[in-house]
């Protein structure tokens, strides 16, 4: 299915490292927007819950291979109970509170692909505002204090001439010994 023409393109980071999701994993794209990253990760084959706030930007994709949840994730409980997913997918976004619940949410050995704006980033828009913007080396220590194994991290602007001051983190779950 080509990707909704409505919404950016897939992050490429995100595109990168889903290339070794295996076509039957189960992946949420949280904050999904217009579901950029659940048709990604659906058109290889993957099994993809989405949720967001308005789930009408989701519902106007039309597309019956995504489970398409509309959640406050800032101001409601944590939706999904004891849920868990081969993938958690997080781009522009964040919300500090839910961090615990991503970590929890991914299946043994799964993985979390995170990737958002970081302090620096009030130099070329929004966002703007501290609490929306990861500080250095954020991700490593969730990462760390989750048991989580770094697979790829990275932070600093991006583009040229840089355009953000971005955080990327992809980690997977350890396997239990």
Known sequence: MAHNHRASPPEPTIV????????????LDVAAGHGRHAELFADRGCAVTAVDRDAAALRSANDPRIEVIEADLEGAPWPFGDRRWDVVVVTNYLWRPLLGHLAAALSDDGALMY??????????GRPRD????LCPGELLAFAEANDLEVVAFSEGEVG??????RQRLHARRRPVA
């Open 16 to 27: 990168r490292w889903s290339a070794a999701t295996p076509a039957a994993a189960t992946v």
């Open 115 to 124: 990737e958002t704006f970081m302090v620096g980033n009030e130099r070329y």
């Open 130 to 133: 501290p609490d929306f913007l």
């Open 160 to 165: 040229d001439p840089p355009r953000a001051v």
